[in-house]
C-alpha cells in the first residue's frame, strides 16, 4: 500500500465521517490537500464557489437543509480571511460548520511571510468553541474529529488549520504512549428530558394563564404535532420567529406568523394581549416585540442552556429537547374550556392573509413586490426550499408566504447580511438534489455576490436530479431596505449617492449562462412566469421589476404613525411623492372592509 500523506488523511477521515461534500476555493496554502482530492478521486465532492465567503455560506445552507455538518475548505491568508461572514452567519445562527484552513510553512511562521496571518487569533471568536492548528501528523485525527464533534455539539462552526508542510507530511497515526491523543469517529445523541419538579411548575404557569400565546423558533423543529396538541389544549395561539417560519404550517389557523418587525400584526396583538408566553426552541432577540414585562408570565423550553432564561423573565426554564419536553408537559395540562382568546386570534389571523392578499393587488409602477410571492404561494411544491437574501425581500418572505407541511425556508437570521440568498440556494441543492429550490434576493444582493454565484450553478446544475432552482430577483434600483430604514428610523430622505443602483440587465446575464431567464415589467405576467420557471428543465433567473416605493410597513405601525413618518422626509426625497402614494394605498389594505372581522 502507498505511503499516505497528511492530506490523504484527513480526505479519508472526512470520509469516514460520512462527509459528502466540501465547498471551498483553490490556493496554494491548500496544495497538497487539492492533489490529495486528485488521488482520491473527488472523494468528498470538492465544490467549487467563487468566492471563499460563498463556500462558506454554501456551508451553512447545506447544513442548515440537511441536518448534517457543514464543511468548507480555503487557503491561507485571504482565503482563511474571506470565509469569515459567512462562518460568523453560522455561529450567530447556530449552525455547525467546519472551516478546514491553510497556513504557510512552520519554518516561515513568525516571520512577516507572504500571507502569514495570525489564524488562531483571528478564528478565536467566529471558531471560539474549538479551532486548533494541527503541528504534528499524530495531531490530526483527535483535531478533526473534535471539530466535527464540537460543531454538532454546540451548533456553531469550528475550524483546523494545517500549515502547508504539515499536508504534506507522511501520516503517521497516534500511538498508545504519553502525551498521544487517539480519537474515533461517530457521536450517538441522547434525548435529553426535562426535570420532572420543573415540568410540575411550568404546567401550573400555563393552566393558570388565560390567554397563552407561544413563541416557536427553529428548535423547535420537528415537534409540531406535540405544538398543536399544546396550543389546543391551551386555546393558545403560536407566532414564529423568523428562523422557524418552516416548523409550523402557515395554513394552521391559530398560527400568526411571524414576529418583530418582520412580523405580522396577529403576532404582534397576541403578544400585547396575552397574560403567559411559552417559549420553544427560540432566543427571539427583540424584547419589545414580547409581552411588557410585568404583563406576562413565562416558560422557556431549550435544548441549549447557555441560551435559557434571555429576553424575558421566564419563571420556569426547561433545559431539554423541545418534543421529549413538550411530551412531558402535555398530561400535566388541562384543556381550558373558554376559547374566545383562541378564536379572536383565529379572526385576527383569518383577516390579515385577507390583508396580505389585498396589499399583494395594490397597483405599482411597475410591479408590486408583495404580488411577486403572493403567486407563488399558491403554488410552491410541498417539498419545495425556500431562501431569502437580506433585506426588504426578507420581509415579504417572512409575511407573505404560506408555508405548507414538508416545507423549508431559511435566511440570515441573526447576522442578517446580505448575499446568502444564492449561495444558501446552492447549498440546499446540494443536500437535497432532488427538491425544488426558490432564491428571493434584491438586486444590491445580486450585485454584491449573487451574479457570480450563477455561474456557480452552471457548473452544477446538470447534476442534480432536479434542475429547477428559481433566483427571483427584486429589481428596483435601490437599496431598498436601507432606503426605508433611514426614512422611518432616521427621519431622513434617501441618500441617492448611497442608495441608488446602477441598472443590470439581470436576465440577460442568466441567459448567458444558458440558463432559463425571463424580465418581467407586468403583473399580469408573474403568475404564468412562475409556472414556466417550475416547470422549466433547468435553473430559472426572473428579472422582476419591482417598484421600490412599496413601504415594508412594521406590523404595530397605526396610522397615525405612518403619516407622521412620511411627513418627516416629504422634504428632499427624490421619490417622496411615488413612496407616500404607494405607501397609502398599501397601509389603507388594513382598513378597508373584509370578509374576515
Known amino acids: 500500500m502507498a ?5 490523504d488523511y484527513l480526505l479519508e477521515r472526512l470520509r469516514a465521517w460520512g462527509i459528502e461534500h466540501v465547498f471551498g ?25 467563487r468566492h471563499e465567503e460563498m463556500s462558506a455560506f454554501e456551508a451553512t445552507g447545506y447544513a442548515k437543509f440537511s441536518g448534517r455538518v457543514g464543511v468548507c475548505i480555503a487557503t491561507s491568508g485571504p482565503g482563511a480571511v474571506h470565509l469569515l461572514n459567512g462562518l460568523y452567519d453560522a455561529k450567530l445562527d447556530h449552525v455547525p460548520v467546519v472551516a478546514i484552513v491553510g497556513q504557510t510553512n512552520r519554518t516561515a511562521m513568525g516571520g512577516s511571510y507572504q500571507q502569514e496571518v495570525d489564524l488562531l487569533s483571528l478564528y478565536k471568536d467566529v471558531a471560539g468553541d474549538y479551532v486548533q492548528m494541527v503541528t504534528v501528523p499524530e495531531q490530526l485525527p483527535n483535531v478533526l474529529d473534535r471539530a466535527i464533534r464540537v460543531a454538532l455539539t454546540q451548533r456553531a462552526p469550528t475550524a483546523l488549520i494545517i500549515p502547508a508542510d504539515v499536508q504534506e507530511l507522511d501520516y503517521s497515526p497516534p500511538t498508545h504512549e504519553f502525551k498521544m491523543v487517539p480519537s474515533s469517529v461517530g457521536i450517538d445523541w441522547p434525548t435529553t428530558a426535562p426535570d420532572g419538579q420543573a415540568v410540575l411548575r411550568a404546567a401550573d404557569i400555563l393552566n393558570a394563564g388565560s390567554k397563552v400565546a407561544l413563541l416557536v423558533g427553529q428548535g423547535a423543529r420537528g415537534a409540531h404535532a406535540e405544538i398543536a396538541q399544546v396550543a389546543d389544549l391551551l386555546g393558545a395561539g403560536a407566532a414564529k420567529a423568523l428562523l422557524g417560519k418552516d416548523v409550523l404550517s402557515d395554513e394552521l389557523p391559530w398560527v400568526t406568523g411571524s414576529i418583530g418587525l418582520l412580523g405580522t400584526r396577529p403576532s404582534y396583538e397576541m403578544m400585547t394581549g396575552c397574560d403567559t408566553l411559552l417559549t420553544i426552541g427560540s432566543s427571539f432577540p427583540y424584547t419589545q416585540f414580547l409581552p411588557g414585562l410585568d404583563q406576562a408570565r413565562g416558560v422557556q423550553i431549550d435544548i441549549d442552556g447557555r441560551m435559557i432564561g434571555m ?11 423541545a418534543r421529549t419536553a413538550l411530551d412531558a408537559l402535555i398530561p400535566h395540562l388541562k384543556r381550558k374550556q373558554d376559547r374566545s382568546w383562541r378564536e379572536e386570534i383565529e379572526t385576527g389571523v383569518a383577516r390579515w392573509w385577507e390583508t396580505m392578499a389585498m396589499e399583494a393587488d395594490v397597483a405599482a409602477d411597475p410591479v408590486n413586490p408583495l404580488k411577486l410571492f403572493a403567486e407563488l404561494s399558491p403554488r410552491l411544491p410541498e417539498d419545495v426550499i425556500v431562501t431569502a437574501d437580506s433585506g426588504s425581500s426578507a420581509n415579504w418572505y417572512a409575511r407573505h408566504l404560506k408555508f405548507r407541511p414538508g416545507m423549508r425556508g431559511s435566511l440570515s437570521g441573526t447576522l442578517a447580511t446580505m448575499g446568502p440568498g444564492v449561495p444558501y440556494g446552492i447549498g440546499a441543492k446540494f443536500a437535497h438534489p432532488d427538491r425544488p429550490v426558490v432564491v428571493f434576493a434584491g438586486d444590491g444582493a445580486m450585485q454584491m455576490n449573487g451574479l457570480a454565484e450563477l455561474i456557480t450553478v452552471k457548473r452544477y446544475w446538470q447534476q442534480w436530479a432536479d434542475p429547477r432552482l428559481i433566483v427571483a430577483i427584486l429589481h428596483n434600483n435601490d437599496l431598498n431596505q436601507v432606503t426605508w430604514e433611514m426614512r422611518a428610523m432616521s427621519g431622513a430622505p434617501k441618500f441617492t449617492e448611497s442608495q441608488t443602483l446602477p441598472d443590470v440587465d439581470y436576465a440577460a446575464f442568466a441567459a448567458g449562462l444558458g440558463l432559463h431567464a425571463l424580465t418581467l415589467t407586468d403583473p399580469g405576467e408573474i403568475a404564468g412566469a412562475w409556472e414556466k420557471a417550475l416547470a422549466a428543465d433547468r435553473p430559472t433567473v ?7 416605493n412599496i413601504p415594508p410597513i412594521p406590523p404595530h405601525a397605526t396610522w397615525e404613525q405612518f403619516t407622521s413618518a412620511t411627513a418627516a422626509v ?3 426625497d427624490e421619490n417622496s411623492w411615488d413612496f407616500i402614494k404607494e405607501g397609502l394605498k398599501t397601509k389603507a389594505q388594513e382598513f378597508l372592509p373584509h370578509r374576515n372581522g
Open 311 to 321: 429576553r424575558y423573565p421566564y419563571e420556569v426554564n426547561l433545559v431539554a429537547d
Open 542 to 548: 426572473l428579472d422582476v421589476h419591482t417598484d421600490p
Open 3 to 7: 505511503s499516505q500523506n497528511v492530506a
Open 570 to 572: 416629504l422634504k428632499g
Open 25 to 49: 476555493y483553490a490556493g496554494d496554502g491548500i496544495n497538497a490537500v487539492l492533489a490529495a482530492w486528485g488521488r482520491a478521486d473527488n472523494q468528498p465532492r470538492f465544490i467549487q464557489a
